[in-house]
């Protein structure tokens, strides 16, 4: 079974810039795979950021972008805050109705 | 504003079935959209399970496709879970969500229902 991978933690400075990449166990990923991204903090449910590659759901500020870099999708955060200190996940399309998360990624501002 | 609210059982005794209630406020269900179910065992990951059309089409993730069985019950405007054969690999939050799509994001998040299976 195809396993989407991700950074299980990554660490940025506040003010800085990161990103996140999420990419497949076998093959590249490309926009053909819709990536989205949710950002969840603890205790609550995941919320969209990012969808159909580098489309921004509603509310998301603009300092959050995503793109696919090489053979991966990527989510850039710009303009760092400790509020942006979350699990980040992506999510790729399979077909045939399918989807997988990949493992998460845990960021910390500091 | 679309609305979900789980409910079920909180405890599961091991080899039984886990049932899950997901309640949709705020749009009919047989209007459109589909309809899913991750879950997400302590301190980890998110896991699809599935979603359902309002026509019933269902989609499975694969390793769970022989133990889960979705439906939607458009006369009460909800969908359900079926888990059997549960086992302490199946504690979790399970969440309830809706998409436009399978390619769409699910943009509609119920807050989540633990549950635990253990005898």
């Known amino acids: 079974q195809t396993v989407v991978t991700q950074e299980p933690s990554f660490s940025v400075s506040p003010g800085g810039t990161v990103t996140l990449t999420c990419g497949l166990s076998?093959?590249?990923?490309?926009?053909?795979?819709?990536p989205s991204w949710y950002q969840q903090t603890p205790g609550q449910a995941p919320r969209t950021l990012i969808y159909s590659t580098n489309t921004r759901s509603s509310g998301v500020p603009d300092r959050f972008s995503g793109s696919i870099l090489g053979n991966k999708a990527a989510l850039t955060i710009r303009g760092a805050q400790t509020d942006d200190e979350s699990d980040y996940y992506c999510v790729l399309y399979m077909g045939a109705g399918i989807v997988v998360f990949g493992g998460g990624t845990r960021l910390t501002v500091l | 504003q679309v609305q979900l609210q789980e409910s079920g059982p909180g405890l599961v005794k091991p080899s039984e079935t886990l049932s899950l209630t997901c309640a949709v406020s705020?749009?009919?269900?047989?209007?459109?959209?589909?309809w899913g179910w991750i879950r997400q065992p302590p301190g980890k990951g998110l896991a699809w399970i599935g979603n359902i059309y309002h026509t019933g089409d269902t989609y499975y993730n694969p390793s769970l496709k022989s133990r889960v069985t979705i439906s939607v019950d458009t006369s009460k405007n909800q969908f359900s879970l079926k888990l059997s054969s549960v086992t302490a690999a199946d504690t979790a939050m399970y969440y309830c969500a809706s998409t436009q799509g399978s390619y769409w994001p699910f943009d509609y998040w119920g807050q989540g229902t633990l549950v635990t299976v253990s005898s």
């Open positions: 705020g749009y009919s269900i047989s209007s459109g959209y589909y």
């Open positions: 076998s093959g590249s990923v490309s926009t053909t795979y819709y």
